[in-house]
């Protein structure tokens, strides 16, 4: 879930993997190692990625369905 959910909020957004990196200080083969699940974010760049993806680590993780920062289930 955490994969789709990173690339689905990046590409709603706009930005490419190379913008997405640069954003919270990684390579890009990172950001493209999240998006395949090669490789899972630490805690403290999951924050960093919910940060700039607008949205919550609970949304990226799969606990809720509801992207926004509001609590409310849509």
Do not use: C, H, W
Request: glycine share 6%.
């Amino acid at each position: 879930m955490l994969p789709e959910r990173i690339k689905k909020r990046r590409i709603q957004l706009g930005l490419t993997q190379t913008q997405l990196a640069e954003k919270v200080n990684t390579k890009k083969t990172t950001i493209s190692n999240y998006e395949t699940g090669y490789s899972t974010p630490s805690t403290e760049m999951l924050s960093d990625l919910a940060g700039v993806l607008q949205t919550t680590a609970d949304y990226l993780l799969g606990r809720t369905n509801n992207p926004s920062f509001d609590g409310n289930e849509t």
